[in-house]
T-cell receptor
Framework: AQSVTQPDIHITVSEGASLELRCNYSYGATPYLFWYVQSPGQGLQLLLKYFSGDTLVQGIKGFEAEFKRSQSSFNLRKPSVHWSDAAEYFC???????????FGSGTKLNVKP | DGGITQSPKYLFRKEGQNVTLSCEQNLNHDAMYWYRQDPGQGLRLIYYSQIVNDFQKGDIAEGYSVSREKKESFPLTVTSAQKNPTAFYLCASMADREGNNQPQHFGDGTRLSIL
């Protein structure tokens, strides 16, 4: 069965510090991978996506993610966090042959001043 | 501006009552989805539709019903059979029912609570 694991429920970082949010997936083939961000009471906004090609993908708001097939991971990174990055982040796997998507349980990011 | 509109933003349900959540998109997307979000559980798929007049059950369809009579509309009814309906409900759409490497776009959600 397909699954997406985000092992960190909460993460707190200081403003200006670097950030890495972990995501592991379980799927028999190369999946389509996404990172979304959600502010409280809002919908999900796409940060970046990976379909094929270069395993390091750039997204909006200075985020990037690296696909590592050997580790079944797609970790999200940002070199310097801003207070406005405080939100919940979701990793997702897309199965286009079934037109379905699976989401991780999310990681809540707090940013200390 | 194109987007997905969910209404209402907040909804309250009495015991034994059916309620309907609205989702409208003007993105000309073929596929539409309903998710339920509970704290610490991420998003779980309730129903999805790839084309007008057709829809499939997701992982947690019991107690819910949908219709897709128009391309731009995908309303979700939470029936009285859903015993724990309190949650945040998100509607999403996608450009092409074949996928073609497109991400989902999300509405701003409806928060449903029990009176």
């Amino acid at each position: 069965a397909q699954s997406v694991t985000q092992p960190d429920i909460h993460i707190t970082v200081s403003e200006g510090a670097s950030l890495e949010l972990r995501c592991n997936y379980s799927y028999g083939a190369t999946p389509y991978l996404f990172w979304y961000v959600q502010s409280p009471g809002q919908g999900l906004q796409l940060l970046l996506k990976y379909f094929s090609g270069d395993t390091l993908v750039q997204g909006i708001k200075g985020f990037e993610a690296e696909f590592k097939r050997s580790q079944s991971s797609f970790n999200l990174r940002k070199p310097s966090v801003h207070w406005s990055d405080a939100a919940e982040y979701f990793c997702a796997v897309g199965l286009y042959n079934f037109n379905k998507f699976y989401f991780g349980s999310g990681t809540k990011l707090n940013v200390k001043p | 501006d194109g987007g997905i509109t969910q209404s209402p933003k907040y909804l309250f349900r009495k015991e034994g009552q059916n309620v309907t959540l609205s989702c409208e998109q003007n993105l000309n997307h073929d596929a539409m989805y309903w998710y339920r979000q509970d704290p610490g559980q991420g998003l779980r798929l309730i129903y999805y539709s790839q084309i007008v007049n057709d829809f499939q059950k997701g992982d947690i369809a019991e107690g819910y019903s949908v219709s897709r009579e128009k391309k731009e509309s995908f309303p979700l009814t939470v029936t009285s059979a859903q015993k724990n309906p309190t949650a945040f409900y998100l509607c999403a759409s996608m450009a092409d029912r074949e996928g073609n490497n497109q991400p989902q776009h999300f509405g701003d959600g409806t928060r449903l609570s029990i009176l």
